[in-house]
């Protein structure tokens, strides 16, 4: 009871901006040659925790001289990584970076989407494309066959092709990463949808309205591309319009109005 006492909202404050600081170091070393030099201090410490408790005399002169040298060892080894950080700091840059990277992120996985479907559209090739949302879409996505590989054109038009092993089934992306192709979907049942829609279009209607996941539909009979969320498909949709609605479902709101201009485009064509 005493301890808590003695915790004044200062310390709090203090707690709370040295992790703040922490956790943006590691958004900013995630990615880089930085993030493996973490994992090996991390077994150093370990390793210098063991040799203390258990009071082994050599290890820890081994571990003291690691800590001794290993400093000047990280400053030369790194000094690539410390310089861009140090310069980030200095724009001001540093506490941005992981919004920005994430911009990019989504800009260049709707970019390879919408590049593939275009291709698979003027050759009226058939494709089923699902971003996974908040709802975890893991039972379909061991449906298929796993890729887990970075999200690229080439990859989704060569999936797509036809009487190739998985051009009949639908491909999942999570994130940044396609994670299975030729998965299989559930069919919507809703009795309204029109007769003119094939499988492909009704398994992206039904898995929109089981999740909150977002399909993009490329038709083979008239390559048309379609959108579908929330139980609803937008057929032969603009490019301008899928960019924008894809931005602003995979982006937080007040990111996506504010970075993307298509969305302002988007709002004036629905209002």
């Known amino acids: 009871m005493d301890l808590l006492t003695s915790i004044s909202a200062k310390d709090i404050v203090d707690i709370l901006i040295v992790s703040y600081v922490i956790y943006k170091l590691i958004l900013l070393v ?25 009071q082994l005399s050599t290890l820890q002169w081994m571990m003291n001289q690691t800590f001794t040298f290993g400093v000047l060892g990280v400053i030369v080894i790194f000094q690539p990584e410390l310089r861009r950080a140090l310069e980030q700091l200095g724009r001001g840059k540093i506490f941005s970076r992981a919004s920005s990277e994430e911009d990019q992120d989504v800009n260049k996985r709707i970019g390879e989407v919408i590049r593939a479907a275009n291709y698979l559209a003027k050759r009226k090739i058939g494709a089923l494309i699902v971003f996974e949302k908040e709802t975890g879409l893991t039972d379909y996505i061991e449906s298929g066959i796993a890729i887990e590989s970075k999200i690229s054109g080439e990859l989704l038009i060569n ?59 490329v038709s083979e009979e ?16 603009k490019e301008e319009s899928l960019i924008a609605k894809l ?5 937080p709101k007040a990111k996506a109005k504010e970075k993307n201009p298509f969305l302002k485009w988007w709002g004036r064509s629905n209002g």
């Open 30 to 54: 995630r990615g880089t040659r930085a993030i493996q030099l973490m994992k090996g201090i991390l077994v150093v410490v370990i390793a210098w925790a063991v040799s203390i408790w258990f």
């Open 159 to 217: 999936i797509f092709i036809p009487n190739t092993p998985l051009h009949d089934g639908a491909v999942i992306i999570r994130q940044g990463q396609l994670m299975a192709a030729g998965c299989y979907l559930p069919l919507s049942e809703n009795p309204f949808i029109s007769k003119e829609l094939g499988t492909r279009h009704r398994a992206a209607i039904g898995m929109t309205e089981v999740s909150d996941a977002m399909c993009v539909v």
């Open 222 to 237: 008239t390559g048309q591309i379609s959108l579908s969320m929330n139980g609803h498909i937008v057929r032969d949709i």
């Open 247 to 251: 931005f602003e479902e995979l982006k």
